[in-house]
Nanobody
Framework: QVQLVESGGGLVQPGGSLRLSCAAS????????MGWYRQAPGKQRELVAS???????NYADSVKGRFTISRDNAKYTVYLQMNSLKPEDTAVYYC????????????WGQGTQVTVSS
């Protein structure tokens, strides 16, 4: 099993920045990528950004150029730097780990609320 704990959410004004962190523990060697998902009220959960063990990143079109995903392998921590935030970025953000055996994001954190509002 893999345990994921997110932190860093909160309330920010449009145009502001936040950095989310996700600390992983447990059977980390069973994973080969990490991702940040988000779910807004009434909407499906969507993948915002992902990063492989090798550092390859992928972003949703809606956040390209504004969000940056990174990882510190020594600390087993993944970050999501969010700049130029918009009201439509408001959602619960979840950290997830991809299972090497299933190639699915099987492990999830509890989520952290991000609210962008003036």
């Amino acid at each position: 099993q893999v345990q994921l704990v997110e932190s860093g959410g909160g309330l920010v004004q449009p145009g502001g920045s936040l950095r989310l962190s996700c600390a992983a523990s447990g059977s980390i060697s069973s994973t080969n990528a990490m991702g940040w998902y988000r779910q807004a009220p009434g909407k499906q959960r969507e993948l915002v950004a992902s990063i492989t063990r090798g550092g390859t990143t992928n972003y949703a079109d809606s956040v390209k150029g504004r969000f940056t995903i990174s990882r510190d392998n020594a600390k087993y921590t993944v970050y999501l730097q969010m700049n130029s935030l918009k009201p439509e970025d408001t959602a619960v953000y979840y950290c997830s780990a991809r299972n090497r055996a299933t190639m699915s994001y099987d492990f999830w954190g509890q989520g952290t609320q991000v609210t962008v509002s003036s």
